[in-house]
């Protein structure tokens, strides 16, 4: 849409009937109103005429897209045939939303396989889930301005490692399938060197594990070479471990499993061991309240769904799972962990531990891409123990498993066969034409069983569960009267079970899982906690590469309603079919959005999106003729992830150079390496724009020689908010793009998770979207083995993607890309007379984002990008991305939703902090010990009798002027991060060191 | 219930079933859990052995009731009797409460009456009336912990303030009858004194006003012998103005009126002024964008309904009503009305205006006795006006008068007979047998429109309106198609009126309205006001008489549910059955709970229901033979609302002293009083326990007493949180006494409300509780009339003090009781070693509440209450109720939501002050200028360089280790009230001044 800033169309209701809506939505997504866009578009260096002309300079006219967008949108009032242009107003949107979310059935869910009912407390519901103070920040990149998050995270990696009886435990993994293919991997990493090198290497996966877990680890397998043996890994005294011998890398196992039952693994752990393998557990939080921890039987690896923890089924996700490793393998472990550390002044505080890893040091070497994880998720399971603590946590998983063993006694009596032992909340049961009777309870008793096999269902009890239910569920099975009471009667949690299968251990003595139990008492945990976090409530959040845009209370809404929430992912077809609508015009949508034929929306992130686009990209290609291709071209530029996804998909990665002026794509470099490897060329990974914030003139080209060579184009979508209506990745000639929909498509990024990284791809690809082994219908014929164990991933948060989508219309997404390119071109020219920028286009504009380049302060005044970045934060802002893609620079991104006001307080502060930095460079200030090298400055800092420094109090808390009426405090000072990656300590901190405020972090030594 | 600290029943989840639910309420309602409380028992001073014996040093044994509370409980897992003592669970509640809410049924209203449809912006609804930390804060005592929310009314006042083109309006009133019947008592205040003394004093009212309206003011006016004359006030150049002559005490008209048409009324306030009358304008702010306001046509008061801004039906409320006043009459507006002062720093600050007023000085004359009002719900209007701004404002007011001019055109070519002008947003229509109509429109279309009489239907637009609601309408009427497109263009919302009639001048200039239009800025803008306010997400607030409890969010949730808050309050009966179930149930439990045998849920406050309750007490007296029983006995210590109150009814107040040193009421001067006023006496008015926190012995002869001389026993309910379950106001003797369910029964605070003031009477006083004018079956047969608009008063909110009750059952209210009372003994064992106490009984024991004597450090310290008060924000708590009932003292009231830890930091706070009181009495600090006088401490003022005080920084901050890791900040230092009061100046600050921090707050001069 050619138009301009006062795209009114776009930005304001339309007036051209009485009868429109007037709560139109893209004028309140988008920051700047026509008249300060105007005002922006004068200021820029050189000034644009038009927002039609600006976009002309930012965007090469080859890659601009000759159509426009087109979105389906509401029926408007006036006409009879709905827009493609303009969106559906907020209450429009919402009744739609009503409407699909009716054609769903609630329906009560006994399927279990890692998913059980759980009641949310409404607090927990209301103060975290729906509360833009904890659902808006970011990943704790910056500690000092994330204690909140980053506490409840400790809370969350305590009570793993209580419940599970191992060291150490990281801060959530995406689900519960993947983090078995995370201990699988681990297993890998963790064997002797000489054995690596075996050409066989065996993975021994229990037959009792999950179903979608086992597929699962197939998809991720092959590209380690891996050969997974499902099994019964106790058979014949674990005879099968013996026989596999070297080519053992690690068992799998699930406990309880899959069908209900427990074990002893002792046995089988030794065995493992002996032969130096990694014995890994799939488990439940809270059945091991009741049940000896995998620690405490020799597992190395632990992990499974906390989702039972106060996070509703959500049609599959989000969720956080968890991952446990011993205390030997604590280097190891993926994703993200958090430890403790102290700051400036001695004062323990907590931050992200041992962050230079894989995917920064050995990129293509490596076994795990985990970015983005399930930080609110992982949160609101922290608080529920928290508010729960060990006792009641205990009190409902005896509920729980006295219900199971009602139910087992009950069905037994009715004369049927009961799988035993029933360890804690499932039940399977012999039941003739098994899908059958399924079906027949959900549709005549609004209820829904595992169907294990033909001949077996399972049932699996959850706290929701009551007796009404009971007995609903009793009745289905058999016409005998059944008094359960009577059944219940003198019943105890585990006596029927083997003493060395009972838990004697203690968990969640720290005190913070014994001191919030009444309402009054959690609310003000978690206010305290969010009051040191900043969040997109503050101020704007500039990271480059992560779109901080508004996520929108309208947006959110929808997925608190049950309709949405208590879904079951593996509930019959007929049960979702407003998810099937919602997810068909999603897919739609998106395709439209990207110029691709189909979407994936499966992987729950936008790493896992890159690995699944690599997957089905290695699918298709093995299906040409002529050799392996298996060479993956990455600029050197790109996202750590990338590069490691390679590594996952069983990919050579080759590097691409880049200009040294511009920053582009080494053509000539991408021609050598396309000619040389022309015959194993798989793939090239391309960011659009780059990640130096360009887009790049010769993109289609670079496309196109690809092509020549056979590879296949796969563009890293994480810039895509600067595409939107004006470009699109298949038009530009890629054939898998992945999006991130918590970038892009105001999904809140939820301090760090949850994510949606749904991919597009050209329709050759198509016939080989994942799929998945429970859920029909899902994926292409061809399908690769699924990348998440629900079908559509993290579908709960879908609708805030497709709400935005609708809500902005064609005309307000096309609009908000330009405004993001002007919000981003704005602030870089305000900056450039302070600051050089590192790349800029012929025209000299940058995209959506672009590099302050500050490594000249470094010999001038002893200044790195990392004192700037803390010192942004006592000017109340986030620091912007630092260190990448380009080390010791700042990446800035503002996104539409930031209006000039804050663009303007945004530059005024890092102009401010470029003349604290010429005081230094002139000798005014110290080298050391100055304003920028103290930063940030906690008020504990300040309010202080002794004042020895070079610089003012006020000067640093109130360096310009509304920071007096407007000031977020970091909570503590600067961290001290080596000292944390030296002495690691990953639980909650002792309670003498915190309340005492003594300033030693009492840290396990490593 | 004799019970124990241990009370599992009711503490914990009932263990007897293990199909009990474990989501039970009671234990996250009451802060200390059965370890606690036995700690507690014995650190009292005496210790107690067991909470029975606890109870029985408290209660006078013959107060204590003899039998167990009852409250119908949930249908029990185990059994097939609902039980009367066990509570609901909380998603046992939250079902039950959502089967009744299917019972009601949302149909499109167009009744109009002041009440519209609207849409509340979703961000404000999550982010204002969904959020605690907007929610739970108490009235704005404690100006500098509560900047955000003064804020934001100052928003409200000057919103109303520009529409209406008054120069004055203060922060809210109940609603907009009860506003009409302010207009008209300050109308008598504002007469000569000479014309206060003739006998006759007419109120004349235009027949044009809203029905309920005038039903209201016909019940205030009794007590003031002030007759309402419904007049057409226009008629033959407002004659009947001239003929009321020198009786006049002035005049009310709507605009637009009732019937939706506007006149021009400047002829008639000319003559209304000439007899030094006022006149009163009850009208409509959105209307006002297109309309001349009142304040340019010569009203002197102009009030209404701000719910159309962003507040739902509710079925009647709350919502906020709004009063101006021209400039000569501010200093006699009622309600609370907020200033700008300046702080010790000189900087700009906002504060509750003109506190010492009527209910303070001149009691019993008293003309209004509002106390609590909508403080909540004119934050979410404002916010409303803040987020549109002032072209949102007219776009949406535009919208609504061209669809209902395009409705009357349809009507009008469809044959009907319209009512011109359609000024705004109301169509009368001509229609026979209108009743049968209305109810087949309702029945056929899910539309309810007004019945003016039997041959006029109303229809009144709202912005929730479209075209497809437009054509149902003219549907309805008529068979002929109608193209309302076509009748829409080129329409104009105000051009077929006359040009008098037509704003010209500009309203919401300030930039507060000017800068927060997308949803990032008014997210941000929301967020910082919160966080300058101090409310129960922080701390306990330990307001005396205010009982601040927890406000769970189980009990707010149902609130935002559309079943709820989109009901027209006068929808037909059969639209409302589940309201009508859980009115019912509610009055029921109250009932019980009072030991009475009707209740009335209709006054919007307390105080609304002393009015009430004194009213129905006349009107049972009226009809009793002898004299006229018009005086009114009040014990010294009473809340100044009760005077007030007894003065509005018409009753002549006469003092019952209190005994020197017990505080209790004395009995010597009660029975001189009652011999005195035998044949006269109407009322006593007793607060129990006593408004000094003690249980009087000796308040059952007090009643005997009374009911022997012929009088009637009002009990202010006030303090029924220290009754519930251990005896009651019927069983005590009393007639009637009203509840404040924002107190007892969890409605949170707001800010300064919403409230509810529910009155229980015995059964001789049922016939006489207020019915209403347009609702059937409301109230007793002989019911006075009504004192709310609406018939079940602010009904949107009793669902929350419904769950309260079910959620807590019998026992559980019972033991919350008890607790409250161990909390306040608690906390007064402990501070005892350290300040004497005013009151305890001849145990040692308070009640739930307590008064702390400051008043000797006046003397030895020059410290006082005050300083007290300001020092404890300074350990980030509220102060306790100052200088009330007691001038110069602290009145604590912890409540039972409470835990030990909170309990314990307060009082160690409190200890702590009075070290530093010490300090000033043994000479170690000055007399002035110390740490006390100089609080609070905003980190501005700690923050600067010079520092030249006694006390050091650090001591001013952080007094206590704890508050280094948990602080709450003043925003501003001490507020100057006696400037403010001088200087009165009630909007928004001029911009410079607050941007620049220049520290002048350019007030008016008055
Ligand atoms: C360019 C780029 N690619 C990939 C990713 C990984 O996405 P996710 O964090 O969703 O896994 C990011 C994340 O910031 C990114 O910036
Ligand atoms: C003893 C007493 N009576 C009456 C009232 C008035 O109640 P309301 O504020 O609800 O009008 C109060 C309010 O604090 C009170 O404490
Ligand atoms: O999350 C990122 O690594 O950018």
Same mark, same amino acid.
């Given at each position: 849409?050619?138009?301009?800033?006062?795209? %009114? @169309?776009?930005? !304001?209701?339309?007036?051209?009937? =009485?009868? #429109?809506?007037?709560?139109?939505?893209?004028?309140?997504?988008i920051g700047p109103n026509a008249t300060t866009a105007e005002e922006m578009l004068r200021a820029l260096d050189p000034p644009a005429k038009s927002l039609d002309e600006f976009v002309k300079q930012v965007l090469p006219s080859k890659i601009l897209s000759s159509k426009d967008l087109r979105v389906e949108g509401p029926m408007p009032e006036s006409g009879s045939v709905p827009t493609s242009e303009g969106g559906y107003s907020e209450s429009q949107l919402l009744a739609r939303l009503r409407e699909i979310a009716g054609a769903n059935r609630v329906y009560?869910?006994?399927?279990?396989?890692?998913?059980?009912? %759980? @009641?949310?407390? !409404?607090?927990?519901?209301?103060? =975290?889930? #729906?509360?833009?103070?904890?659902?808006?920040?970011?990943?704790?990149?910056?500690?000092?301005i994330s204690q909140g998050r980053l506490e409840s995270l400790l809370n969350f990696q305590t009570m793993v490692s209580d419940l599970t009886g191992l060291a150490i435990s990281n801060a959530s993994v995406l689900d519960e399938p993947t983090a078995a293919a995370e201990a699988m991997t681990l297993s890998v990493n963790a064997l002797p060197t000489a054995r690596l090198k075996r050409p066989t290497k065996v993975y021994l996966v229990s037959h009792l594990c999950h179903p979608q877990t086992i597929a699962v680890l197939e998809s991720r397998a092959q590209g380690f070479g891996i050969t997974i043996e499902v099994a019964d890994v106790l058979k014949d005294n674990s005879k099968r471990v013996e026989e596999v011998g070297e080519d053992l890398i690690g068992v799998l196992a699930q406990y309880p499993d899959t069908l209900g039952g427990v074990e002893d693994f002792r046995g089988l752990a030794d065995k493992v061991h002996k032969l130096k393998g990694t014995f890994s557990v799939g488990t439940d939080l809270l059945a091991l309240t009741l049940l000896t921890?995998?620690?405490?039987?020799?597992?190395?690896?632990?992990?499974?769904?906390?989702?039972?923890?106060?996070?509703?089924?959500?049609?599959?996700?989000?969720?956080?799972?968890?991952?446990?490793?011993?205390?030997?393998?604590?280097?190891?472990?993926?994703?993200?962990?958090?430890?403790?550390?102290?700051?400036?002044?001695?004062?323990?505080?907590?931050r992200l531990a041992l962050q230079t890893r894989e995917q920064h040091i050995r990129r293509e070497k490596a076994t795990s891409n985990i970015c983005t994880a399930q930080a609110l998720l992982a949160n609101m399971s922290a608080m529920y123990a928290v508010y729960h603590g060990p006792h009641g946590l205990k009190r409902i998983a005896e509920k729980v498993a006295k219900m199971a063993q009602v139910l087992a006694k009950a069905l037994a009596q009715g004369g049927l066969e009961v799988r035993q032992p029933v360890a804690f909340d499932t039940v399977v049961v012999k039941k003739h034409e098994a899908a059958l009777f399924a079906q027949k309870s959900a549709s005549n008793g609004r209820m829904n069983f595992r169907v294990v096999d033909d001949e077996h269902i399972g049932i699996t009890i959850d706290e929701t569960v009551g007796k009404k239910q009971i007995?609903?569920?009793?009745?289905?099975?058999?016409t005998d009267a059944v008094d359960v009471v009577q059944l219940a009667e003198g019943l105890d949690a585990t006596s029927h079970l083997p003493e060395s299968l009972k838990r004697t251990s203690a968990y969640l003595t720290h005190s913070v899982f014994n001191s919030h139990h009444s309402e009054t008492e959690i609310l003000r945990y978690m206010n305290h906690l969010q009051s040191k976090d900043l969040s997109l409530v503050h101020s704007m959040i500039p990271l480059g590469s992560c779109t901080m845009k508004l996520n929108a209370t309208t947006e959110m809404v929808p997925i608190s309603w049950p309709e949405f929430a208590n879904i079951h992912p593996f509930a019959p077809k007929d049960q979702t079919k407003g998810y099937m609508q919602l997810v068909d015009e999603l897919e739609r949508d998106l395709a439209e959005i990207t110029g691709f034929?189909?979407?994936?929306?499966?992987?729950?992130?936008?790493?896992?999106?890159?690995?699944?686009?690599?997957?089905?990209?290695?699918?298709?290609?093995?299906?040409?003729?002529?050799?392996?291709?298996?060479?993956?071209?990455?600029?050197?530029?790109?996202?750590?992830?990338?590069?490691?996804?390679?590594?996952?998909a069983g990919m050579r990665v080759v590097t691409i150079k880049c200009e040294h002026d511009s920053g582009n794509l080494d053509m000539a470099d991408l021609e050598a390496k396309c000619e040389k490897y022309s015959e194993e060329l798989g793939a090239i990974m391309i960011t659009y724009p780059s990640t130096f914030g360009i887009f790049e003139p010769q993109v289609k080209e670079a496309c196109e020689l690809v092509h020549k060579?056979?590879?296949?184009?796969?563009?890293?979508?994480?810039?895509?908010?600067?595409?939107?209506?004006?470009?699109?990745?298949?038009?530009?000639?890629?054939?898998?793009c992945h999006l991130n929909l918590h970038k892009t498509f105001c999904i809140p990024h939820g301090g760090g998770g949850p994510g949606v990284g749904p991919i597009g791809v050209a329709e050759h690809l198509a016939p080989f979207l994942p799929g998945h082994p429970l859920v029909a219908d899902v994926g292409g014929e061809k399908g690769i083995a699924p990348i998440s164990g629900a079908p559509w991933g993290s579908a709960s948060i879908l609708p805030i993607s497709w709400a935005y989508i609708k809500m902005m219309g064609a005309r307000g997404l096309t609009h908000a890309t330009k405004i993001t390119l002007l919000n981003a071109n704005y602030i870089l020219s305000r900056l450039k007379p302070h600051y050089p920028i590192l790349y800029t286009n012929e025209n000299g504009r940058c995209a959506h984002e672009f590099i302050l380049d500050v490594r000249k302060f470094k010999e001038s005044a002893s200044i790195e990008a990392i004192d700037i970045a803390k010192r942004l934060q006592d000017y109340g802002f986030h620091a912007p991305t630092m260190s990448w893609p380009v080390a010791n620079t700042?990446?800035?991104?503002?996104?539409?939703?930031?209006?000039?006001?804050?663009?303007?307080?945004?530059?005024?502060?890092?102009?401010?902090?470029?003349?604290?930095?010429?005081?230094?460079?002139?000798?005014?200030?110290?080298?050391?010990?100055n304003v920028l090298k103290m930063a940030p400055h906690s008020m504990k800092d300040l309010i202080c009798s002794e004042w020895e420094r070079s610089y003012g109090r006020e000067k640093a808390a109130y360096p310009l002027p509304w920071l007096k009426e407007k000031k977020f405090w970091p909570s503590v000072t600067r961290l001290d991060d080596a000292y944390g990656d030296m002495n690691l300590f990953c639980s909650c901190a002792p309670v003498e060191t915190v309340e005492g405020m003594t300033g030693t972090a009492a840290p396990m030594p490593t």
């Amino acid at each position: 849409y050619s138009s301009s800033t006062e795209d %009114t @169309r776009a930005s !304001e209701p339309r007036v051209e009937s =009485i009868f #429109e809506p007037l709560d139109t939505f893209p004028r309140r997504h988008i920051g700047p109103n026509a008249t300060t866009a105007e005002e922006m578009l004068r200021a820029l260096d050189p000034p644009a005429k038009s927002l039609d002309e600006f976009v002309k300079q930012v965007l090469p006219s080859k890659i601009l897209s000759s159509k426009d967008l087109r979105v389906e949108g509401p029926m408007p009032e006036s006409g009879s045939v709905p827009t493609s242009e303009g969106g559906y107003s907020e209450s429009q949107l919402l009744a739609r939303l009503r409407e699909i979310a009716g054609a769903n059935r609630v329906y009560k869910s006994y399927i279990g396989c890692g998913y059980a009912g %759980t @009641r949310t407390p !409404e607090v927990i519901k209301r103060n =975290i889930l #729906e509360n833009p103070g904890w659902y808006t920040s970011y990943t704790p990149y910056q500690p000092e301005i994330s204690q909140g998050r980053l506490e409840s995270l400790l809370n969350f990696q305590t009570m793993v490692s209580d419940l599970t009886g191992l060291a150490i435990s990281n801060a959530s993994v995406l689900d519960e399938p993947t983090a078995a293919a995370e201990a699988m991997t681990l297993s890998v990493n963790a064997l002797p060197t000489a054995r690596l090198k075996r050409p066989t290497k065996v993975y021994l996966v229990s037959h009792l594990c999950h179903p979608q877990t086992i597929a699962v680890l197939e998809s991720r397998a092959q590209g380690f070479g891996i050969t997974i043996e499902v099994a019964d890994v106790l058979k014949d005294n674990s005879k099968r471990v013996e026989e596999v011998g070297e080519d053992l890398i690690g068992v799998l196992a699930q406990y309880p499993d899959t069908l209900g039952g427990v074990e002893d693994f002792r046995g089988l752990a030794d065995k493992v061991h002996k032969l130096k393998g990694t014995f890994s557990v799939g488990t439940d939080l809270l059945a091991l309240t009741l049940l000896t921890p995998p620690g405490e039987f020799g597992a190395d690896v632990a992990f499974g769904n906390a989702q039972r923890f106060g996070v509703p089924f959500g049609f599959g996700g989000p969720h956080a799972a968890f991952f446990a490793v011993s205390e030997k393998h604590k280097r190891k472990i993926p994703g993200r962990l958090i430890g403790l550390s102290k700051d400036r002044l001695g004062d323990p505080a907590a931050r992200l531990a041992l962050q230079t890893r894989e995917q920064h040091i050995r990129r293509e070497k490596a076994t795990s891409n985990i970015c983005t994880a399930q930080a609110l998720l992982a949160n609101m399971s922290a608080m529920y123990a928290v508010y729960h603590g060990p006792h009641g946590l205990k009190r409902i998983a005896e509920k729980v498993a006295k219900m199971a063993q009602v139910l087992a006694k009950a069905l037994a009596q009715g004369g049927l066969e009961v799988r035993q032992p029933v360890a804690f909340d499932t039940v399977v049961v012999k039941k003739h034409e098994a899908a059958l009777f399924a079906q027949k309870s959900a549709s005549n008793g609004r209820m829904n069983f595992r169907v294990v096999d033909d001949e077996h269902i399972g049932i699996t009890i959850d706290e929701t569960v009551g007796k009404k239910q009971i007995e609903e569920i009793i009745r289905a099975f058999t016409t005998d009267a059944v008094d359960v009471v009577q059944l219940a009667e003198g019943l105890d949690a585990t006596s029927h079970l083997p003493e060395s299968l009972k838990r004697t251990s203690a968990y969640l003595t720290h005190s913070v899982f014994n001191s919030h139990h009444s309402e009054t008492e959690i609310l003000r945990y978690m206010n305290h906690l969010q009051s040191k976090d900043l969040s997109l409530v503050h101020s704007m959040i500039p990271l480059g590469s992560c779109t901080m845009k508004l996520n929108a209370t309208t947006e959110m809404v929808p997925i608190s309603w049950p309709e949405f929430a208590n879904i079951h992912p593996f509930a019959p077809k007929d049960q979702t079919k407003g998810y099937m609508q919602l997810v068909d015009e999603l897919e739609r949508d998106l395709a439209e959005i990207t110029g691709f034929h189909a979407v994936s929306l499966q992987p729950n992130s936008g790493a896992q999106g890159e690995f699944t686009g690599l997957r089905v990209i290695r699918k298709y290609l093995e299906q040409q003729p002529g050799k392996k291709r298996d060479i993956c071209l990455i600029p050197v530029s790109a996202h750590g992830t990338n590069p490691a996804s390679a590594a996952m998909a069983g990919m050579r990665v080759v590097t691409i150079k880049c200009e040294h002026d511009s920053g582009n794509l080494d053509m000539a470099d991408l021609e050598a390496k396309c000619e040389k490897y022309s015959e194993e060329l798989g793939a090239i990974m391309i960011t659009y724009p780059s990640t130096f914030g360009i887009f790049e003139p010769q993109v289609k080209e670079a496309c196109e020689l690809v092509h020549k060579h056979g590879g296949q184009v796969y563009m890293d979508g994480a810039n895509m908010n600067a595409q939107i209506g004006l470009c699109s990745p298949g038009e530009i000639g890629a054939d898998v793009c992945h999006l991130n929909l918590h970038k892009t498509f105001c999904i809140p990024h939820g301090g760090g998770g949850p994510g949606v990284g749904p991919i597009g791809v050209a329709e050759h690809l198509a016939p080989f979207l994942p799929g998945h082994p429970l859920v029909a219908d899902v994926g292409g014929e061809k399908g690769i083995a699924p990348i998440s164990g629900a079908p559509w991933g993290s579908a709960s948060i879908l609708p805030i993607s497709w709400a935005y989508i609708k809500m902005m219309g064609a005309r307000g997404l096309t609009h908000a890309t330009k405004i993001t390119l002007l919000n981003a071109n704005y602030i870089l020219s305000r900056l450039k007379p302070h600051y050089p920028i590192l790349y800029t286009n012929e025209n000299g504009r940058c995209a959506h984002e672009f590099i302050l380049d500050v490594r000249k302060f470094k010999e001038s005044a002893s200044i790195e990008a990392i004192d700037i970045a803390k010192r942004l934060q006592d000017y109340g802002f986030h620091a912007p991305t630092m260190s990448w893609p380009v080390a010791n620079t700042l990446m800035i991104e503002p996104t539409e939703s930031e209006g000039k006001a804050e663009l303007d307080r945004f530059c005024d502060a890092l102009i401010s902090i470029r003349e604290e930095i010429a005081e230094v460079e002139q000798g005014k200030q110290p080298r050391d010990g100055n304003v920028l090298k103290m930063a940030p400055h906690s008020m504990k800092d300040l309010i202080c009798s002794e004042w020895e420094r070079s610089y003012g109090r006020e000067k640093a808390a109130y360096p310009l002027p509304w920071l007096k009426e407007k000031k977020f405090w970091p909570s503590v000072t600067r961290l001290d991060d080596a000292y944390g990656d030296m002495n690691l300590f990953c639980s909650c901190a002792p309670v003498e060191t915190v309340e005492g405020m003594t300033g030693t972090a009492a840290p396990m030594p490593t």
